[in-house]
């Protein structure tokens, strides 16, 4: 079946440092994927998608790279501040589907001031 | 432009009991969605619709009933309330298309004793 890896645990770091998110899936090829902020309390927001013939997208601090050989997103947030503590979920989508995409359970991101 | 609403923000049930939970969206976008979201668990499809007169199954379907009222509305039903359907539920929606970015309502959180 389908399976979708995101960082295990919670990810700490000191603000002004780069964050680094992993999004592992298995079993299928997503022909784009997605990245959302969620923060607690409130559905989550959309910030990047990247699409499979694509290897990196940035958009202000944010970048994302896609990996189809590895079947790995990675997720950067470069010159981190406390107020992108949040959680981040990806959202794989394999072609062909109908309308679903399927989400990571997260990664909790907190940046220390 | 409120975007996607939801109604009502907090719930509580009695095993057995029914309930609607109400979504609606003003950007005039042809799909829309509810998910389920739970700890450890990620967001999980329950029922979409892909366009107006349309309802589809997702990946957990089982309990609930889905309408489609009209382009802006979409409500989810729980005919009988049982205490595993205690979670945080999401509407969204999308403009349509095979590669869309998917936007969130605010969420209802749903207890069932």
């Known amino acids: 079946s389908q399976k979708i890896e995101q960082n295990s645990e919670a990810l700490n770091i000191q603000e002004g440092k780069t964050a680094t998110l992993t999004c592992n899936y298995t079993?299928?090829?997503?022909?784009?994927l997605q990245w959302y902020r969620q923060d607690p309390g409130r559905g989550p927001v959309f910030l990047l998608l990247?699409?499979?013939?694509?290897k990196e997208k940035r958009k202000e601090r944010l970048k994302v790279t896609f990996d189809t050989t590895l079947k790995q997103s990675l997720f950067h947030i470069t010159a981190s501040q406390p107020a992108d503590s949040a959680t981040y979920l990806c959202?794989?989508?394999?072609?062909?589907?109908?309308?679903?995409?399927?989400f990571g359970s997260g990664t909790q991101l907190t940046v220390l001031p | 432009n409120a975007g996607v609403t939801q109604t009502p923000k907090f719930q509580v049930l009695k095993t057995g009991q029914s309930m609607t939970l109400q979504c609606a969206q003003d950007?005039?976008?042809?799909?829309m969605y509810w998910y389920r979201q739970d700890p450890g668990m990620g967001l999980r499809l329950i029922y979409y619709?892909?366009?107006?007169?349309?309802?589809d199954k997702g990946e957990v379907p089982n309990g609930y009933n889905v309408s489609r009222l009209n382009k802006r509305e979409f409500s989810l039903r729980l005919e009988s309330a049982a205490p595993s359907q205690t979670s945080v539920y999401f509407c969204?929606?999308?403009?349509?298309?095979?590669?869309?970015?998917?936007?969130f309502g605010p969420g209802t959180r749903l207890t069932v004793l």
């Open positions: 969204a929606s999308s403009v349509d298309g095979a590669s869309d970015t998917q936007y």
């Open positions: 950007m005039n976008h042809n799909s």
């Open positions: 619709s892909a366009s107006e007169g349309t309802t």
């Open positions: 990247i699409r499979e013939n694509e």
């Open positions: 079993n299928y090829s997503p022909a784009y």
């Open positions: 959202a794989p989508r394999a072609s062909g589907s109908a309308r679903q995409l399927t």
